[in-house]
């Protein structure tokens, strides 16, 4: 049973709900004028619902901003409550997103944080960091990171609505205040009248020594249905753990 796994069990779903953050949902988007995208996700541990992930966004064509939220519920939720609450603004450009500012506020088990960014030129600058974990040795510096998209403008741009071109068509890296990690999407393969994606996160700089020991690559496949003319969206993402399958399915 999942309740005697003790705090190695807390520990790994602590780690699996900063992945999802970080790695499901990274994918490039092309700026449209004055729409509204909204989301919610289901996620699943084992085939066990562990939590929920949802968002908000809008943009006119020339600026976003964006919030989200993602936090632990069900049988999950009784062993380990995490949430992660976030959010960011800024320009829409011909590359796609600029971000201006963020903020995000991680609570439960031993992922406390608060981390607040704003951007000048494309370069992030780290305001503040407060958390529980200690900033090690490996943290980068931000002056190097132009260019790098904050958490949850890369969870926006995912869960936008995109073209036939968009699908499966991704390489990014993102930087979230101290880490710098890598996001691949190719090889797009029919299914149905939408696609399947080979997806690949990778931690490059800021990990641990332990970290990045332990496991620098997280294959994982992301789903795309047909909803209109030249329109397809994000309706699912599986990717494998130490403890097994897990899934994010859209309501």
Same mark, same amino acid.
């Given at each position: 049973?999942?309740?005697?796994?003790?705090?190695?069990?807390?520990?790994? +779903?602590?780690?699996?709900?900063?992945? =999802?953050?970080?790695?499901?949902?990274?994918?490039?988007?092309?700026?449209?004028?004055?729409? /509204?995208?909204?989301? /919610?996700?289901?996620?699943?541990?084992?085939?066990?619902?562990?939590?929920?992930?949802?968002?908000?966004?809008?943009?006119?064509?020339?600026?976003?901003?964006?919030?989200?939220?993602?936090?632990?519920?069900?049988? +999950?939720?009784?062993?380990?409550?995490?949430?992660?609450?976030?959010?960011?603004?800024?320009?829409?450009?011909?590359?796609?997103?600029?971000?201006?500012?963020?903020?995000?506020?991680?609570?439960?088990?031993?992922?406390? $944080?608060?981390?607040?960014?704003?951007?000048? $030129?494309?370069?992030?600058?780290?305001?503040?960091?407060?958390? $529980?974990?200690? =900033?090690?040795?490996?943290?980068?510096?931000?002056?190097?990171?132009?260019?790098?998209?904050?958490?949850?403008?890369? #969870?926006?741009?995912?869960?936008?609505?995109?073209?036939?071109?968009?699908?499966?068509?991704?390489?990014?890296?993102?930087?979230?205040?101290?880490?710098?990690?890598?996001?691949?999407?190719?090889?797009?393969?029919?299914?149905?009248?939408?696609?399947?994606?080979?997806?690949?996160?990778? /931690? #490059?700089?800021?990990?641990?020594?332990?970290?990045?020991?332990?496991?620098?690559?997280?294959?994982? =496949?992301?789903?795309?249905?047909? #909803?209109?003319?030249?329109?397809?969206?994000?309706?699912? +993402?599986?990717?494998? =753990?130490?403890?097994?399958?897990?899934?994010?399915?859209?309501?």
């Amino acid at each position: 049973m999942l309740h005697r796994k003790g705090p190695k069990m807390r520990r790994s +779903i602590s780690v699996l709900f900063f992945l =999802t953050c970080t790695i499901c949902l990274c994918l490039p988007a092309t700026a449209t004028a004055a729409r /509204r995208d909204e989301a /919610r996700f289901d996620i699943y541990l084992r085939g066990i619902k562990a939590g929920v992930l949802a968002l908000s966004g809008s943009d006119n064509g020339q600026a976003y901003a964006v919030a989200g939220r993602l936090e632990s519920t069900g049988l +999950i939720g009784a062993i380990v409550k995490v949430r992660y609450d976030a959010k960011s603004k800024g320009r829409i450009t011909r590359q796609g997103f600029s971000p201006r500012s963020y903020f995000e506020k991680t609570t439960g088990s031993a992922r406390n $944080s608060e981390v607040s960014m704003t951007y000048r $030129s494309g370069v992030p600058r780290v305001e503040r960091i407060n958390s $529980s974990k200690k =900033t090690g040795p490996n943290a980068v510096d931000p002056a190097t990171q132009k260019g790098t998209l904050d958490p949850m403008t890369t #969870i926006y741009g995912a869960l936008r609505d995109v073209s036939r071109a968009e699908v499966c068509n991704y390489n990014i890296r993102m930087f979230d205040g101290k880490r710098v990690s890598r996001v691949r999407l190719s090889n797009p393969a029919p299914r149905g009248e939408g696609f399947v994606c080979a997806g690949e996160y990778r /931690r #490059i700089a800021g990990f641990s020594d332990k970290e990045m020991a332990e496991r620098q690559r997280f294959p994982f =496949t992301l789903s795309y249905d047909k #909803i209109g003319n030249d329109l397809y969206r994000v309706t699912g +993402i599986r990717m494998i =753990t130490t403890f097994g399958n897990a899934v994010l399915s859209r309501r």
